[in-house]
């Protein structure tokens, strides 16, 4: 059975709460007056989604998210023809709905989508801003007030996951990485419930993880992580069970790594 195309499309009242880290909120709102599409690369977890979700809050725009998975085909996103009571209905896709309504669509890790996906994309990131629908005959102009935005995780990118030059300066790119340990306190504090004080050392211990990533870890802990981290210990969890189940268990499957971090832990928090 196909799998099922999970799109998020919201139009947001209150401004989700988000730190920047440096202009990026600025070079977002001159692409979005510029029309230009934009790319977001950065590790998993450190903010992108929460980022698009601020500014189109912020900019009062729609948002319509694909969250982009090995199965996602260019049809999934344009449209397609279903049965409804006995007759063929054209249905429109998400990226279709965007661009009909105007708003922005989000395609949240597009490498992990097939590669039609990328082809479609490519008239709606040049000046002429079109997305043809071959199956109605269309030929969509995308309004002022639509804007595509994609986001990836180079760390995951290998040669048969990975945007090709020729789709990726189609964009703008804007580069996301963690918070300075300050400000990343302050953040899961806010997020989490938990005093900054009792914050700081699972923060420290993140920063001890993430040191060893491309060595025993694939990836490091992300923000998200340690907000539910967090959460679990502003909930009464013992500090060691919190840090197992929310920093450590997520990161690796490996017995001897996952004992490695521990001592790590042990070290770091005690």
């Given amino acids: 059975m196909k799998a099922a195309l999970h799109a998020v499309e ?9 730190v920047p880290s440096a202009n990026e909120c600025a070079l977002f709102e001159h692409a979005w007056r510029r029309r230009l599409p934009v790319l977001l690369k950065g590790p998993t977890g450190c903010g992108k989604t929460r980022f698009v979700a601020h500014m189109a809050a912020r900019l009062g725009l729609p948002l319509h998210t694909v969250a982009c998975h090995d199965d996602l085909t260019a049809a999934d996103l344009t449209g397609r023809y279903l049965l409804k009571g006995g007759d063929t209905v054209w249905t429109d896709g998400p990226l279709t709905r965007a661009v009909r309504e105007g708003g922005i669509c989000y395609l949240d890790e597009v490498v992990e989508a097939r590669k039609d996906v990328t082809v479609v994309l490519h008239p709606l990131t040049d ?32 040669l048969h996951k990975a945007l090709k030059p020729s789709t990726r300066q189609r964009f703008i790119a804007i580069e996301f990485g963690f918070l300075p340990a300050d400000q990343e306190i302050a953040v899961v504090a806010a997020e989490s419930g938990l005093a900054p004080e009792r914050v700081r ?46 920093m450590i268990e997520p990161l690796t499957d490996d017995a001897d790594v996952k004992a490695a971090l521990r001592e790590v832990a042990q070290a770091v928090i005690g």
């Avoid at 919201?10 to 988000?18: H, I, L």
């Avoid at 309004?143 to 986001?151: A, E």
């Fill in 201 to 246: 050392p699972l923060v420290a211990l993140a920063h001890r993880l993430r040191a060893l990533k491309g060595h025993d870890l694939e990836e490091g802990v992300s923000t998200r992580l340690l907000v539910y981290c967090a959460t679990l210990v502003a909930a009464g969890t013992p500090l060691a069970d919190a840090v197992l189940a929310g």
């Fill in 10 to 18: 919201t139009s947001v009242v209150d401004v989700p709460a988000y």
């Fill in 127 to 158: 000046d002429r801003r079109i997305l043809p629908l071959e199956r109605t005959g269309e030929e969509l102009v995308a309004p002022d007030g639509f804007m595509l935005i994609v986001s990836y995780n180079p760390g995951y990118q290998s």
